[in-house]
């Protein structure tokens, strides 16, 4: 079965660098993404990487994916205030509807 | 427009009551889903629809009741409900059911709270 798992809490000084890490165990995962939730709000869209790469960067933040560890992190550059939030991993495999697997979220805390 | 429109935003219901919650988005997205959300967890399907049809129904009590009227538009009926059920419900878009290159795109939410 499919199992994404996550650190639940991050703090972090404004300006430093974060990184989020995330386990999964479904070895047919293909696609893998980071979503935002800020307080009383839905999910944004942050970034995503499919299996056949290793990295990927966009602006302030950088995925990396070890596939032979199952492992996928977040490194979120030049951290500010704004950047707390829940933050989820997700997978969905390659076969049949493309539905989401989160992981437990990691709550980043960003203090000035 | 690139969103996704979620009413209302709060809804607190008893439990006899009767209500919806409504979602659209105009992307031209063929897939909808239905997510629920327990405070402090992450988001768990309820329900997919894939072309105006229901394509999986995560084994879902029917006092939950799905409803796609058109491409558009995904509403989800409540009847009964029990305090257990108050929640985030999130609602998502994308592109179609089988499109795993964007993501899905979320709606805000409706915070329900169930007395």
């Known amino acids: 079965g499919e199992d994404v798992e996550q650190s639940l809490f991050l703090s972090v000084r404004e300006g430093d660098s974060s990184v989020i890490n995330c386990t999964y165990t479904?070895?047919?995962?293909?696609?893998l993404y980071w979503y935002k939730q800020e307080p009383g709000a839905g999910l944004q869209l942050l970034t995503y990487i499919f299996s056949n790469m290793d990295m990927k960067q966009d602006q302030r933040l950088t995925v990396l994916l070890n596939k032979k560890d199952k492992h996928l992190s977040l490194r979120i550059a030049d951290t500010q205030t704004g950047d707390s939030a829940i933050y989820f991993c997700a997978e969905t495999t390659n076969s049949g509807y493309s539905t989401l697997t989160f992981g437990k979220g990691t709550m980043l805390l960003v203090s000035p | 427009d690139t969103e996704v429109t979620q009413t209302p935003k709060h809804l607190v219901m008893g439990m006899t009551n009767k209500k919806s919650l409504k979602c659209e988005q105009h992307m031209g997205h063929r897939a909808m889903y239905w997510y629920k959300q327990k405070a402090k967890k992450p988001p768990e399907l309820m329900f997919v629809y894939s072309y105006e049809k229901l394509s999986i129904n995560e084994s879902v009590p029917s006092r939950f009741s799905p409803e796609c009227p058109n491409s558009s538009l995904l509403n989800l009926h409540l009847h009964a409900l029990q305090p257990e059920d108050s929640a985030l419900y999130l609602c998502?878009?994308?592109?179609?059911?089988?499109?795993?290159?964007?993501?899905?795109?979320f709606g805000s939410g409706t915070r329900l709270t169930v007395v």
């Open positions: 998502a878009s994308s592109q179609d059911a089988s499109d795993r290159n964007y993501g899905y795109t």
């Open positions: 479904d070895s047919s995962s293909t696609y």
